[in-house]
């Protein structure tokens, strides 16, 4: 499945650690769920040391359009992927905010994933719970 390099696994998970930092509550939970995207990718590598380095490159960025443009580039099935790990860090506890649901909004738009097909996916994560 994957066609993303180390370099864009860093950046993806960057984006998932802004998407779990947006309601101001960044927990050990969200954390690995991050790892567990990063495993999901990269069987050998330290996830630890991934997540390191996504947060540095999250807190140096105010720009979400860099993270969103590796995405963009990806086939269907990838961004899926990407949409339904961004749910689950946000459903983990058990809210959505307003800012929440408009980060998902601005990322399905710019990587250019239909509105109906998150929200599909959004429902799989909450029956789930």
């Not at 994957?2 to 939970?29: P, Q, R, T, W």
């Not at 991934?50 to 993270?67: M, P």
């Amino acid at each position: 499945m994957s066609a993303l390099d180390k370099e864009n696994i860093v950046g993806v998970s960057a984006l998932l650690v802004h998407a779990a930092k947006i309601d101001e509550k960044y927990s050990e939970n969200e954390k690995q769920l991050i790892k567990d995207f990063i495993k999901s990718y990269l069987k050998n590598d330290s996830s630890e040391e991934i997540l390191k380095s996504a947060e540095r490159l999250e807190n140096d960025s105010n720009q979400l359009l860099n993270f969103t443009n590796i995405i963009k580039k990806e086939n269907d099935e990838i961004k899926s992927d990407i949409i339904r790990h961004l749910w689950k860090i946000i459903i983990s506890d058990k809210t959505v905010d307003f800012y929440e649901s408009n980060l998902m909004r601005r990322i399905c738009g710019l990587i250019y994933f239909p509105d109906k097909m998150s929200a599909e996916i959004k429902l799989q994560i909450l029956e789930k719970k």
